[in-house]
């Protein structure tokens, strides 16, 4: 069984477009992540989220935000998509939070023309 | 800024050799600090951590090393296979649970 899955693999949208990729955790863990990784292999955390607490990284745009149905989905609503929104976005899961080991799904590849 | 340096970006041993990949970060308060490894076309995945409380630790061919007065800590892969090939990153937990990724290592092992 899938820990963390994400869908869709690709995504492919023309700018000003909004799109959600969703996230599925399967492991019970109580925070939720999102991270994009640009085409240099950055990694950057955008959302952290368990049930009590959403933490956004002050450099993420307001065009994106997470949306958590229940404690085993976090997903990732994008508006107005623009072209350097291209990346790959992987959801992540941990119990206990950032000190403890992060689950990463399999990542979703956005492309924006 | 809060950041986290790691070097180098890339690395390039012969199978065999042993590989070394060193990070630096800027929060004295910082307590955690994991090594991922993404292989292509996958997620990250956690291939061994820190906790301050120890200045090494190990697990097979694969170690970590702490020092919390100058604030960088370091991978050690020993008897490099093929399989090691992939990126590295390390990371480090910040004051508030804020975490943040280096910059990454594309590992290179050449049989």
């Known amino acids: 069984d899938t820990a963390v899955s994400q869908t869709p693999k690709y995504l492919v949208t023309q700018m000003g477009n909004d799109k959600s990729i969703k996230c599925e955790q399967n492991l019970g863990h109580d925070t939720m992540y999102w991270y994009k990784q640009d085409s240099k292999k950055f990694l950057k955390i955008m959302f952290s989220y368990n049930n009590k607490e959403l933490i956004i990284n002050e450099t993420v745009p307001n065009r994106f935000s997470p949306k958590s149905p229940d404690k085993a989905h976090l997903n990732l609503h994008i508006n107005s998509l623009e072209l350097g929104d291209s990346a790959v976005y992987f959801c992540a899961s941990s119990q206990g939070g950032a000190l403890y080991e992060q689950y990463f799904g399999p990542g979703t590849r956005l492309t924006v023309t | 800024g809060e950041n986290v340096e790691q070097h180098p970006s890339t690395l390039s041993v012969q199978e065999g050799d042993s590989a070394v990949i060193k990070c630096t970060y800027s929060?004295?308060?910082?307590?955690?600090f994991p090594w991922y490894k993404q292989e292509l076309g996958k997620g990250p995945q956690l291939i061994i951590d820190i906790r301050s409380n120890v200045g090494e630790k190990k697990d097979q061919r694969i170690a970590v090393t702490l020092n919390k007065t100058a604030k960088h800590f370091s991978l050690h892969i020993t008897e490099t296979q093929p399989e090691d090939s992939a990126v590295y990153f390390c990371?480090?937990?910040?004051?508030?649970?804020?975490?943040?990724f280096g910059t990454g290592t594309s590992l290179t092992v050449i049989p």
């Open positions: 929060d004295s308060a910082s307590n955690y």
């Open positions: 990371a480090a937990v910040y004051t508030g649970n804020q975490f943040y």
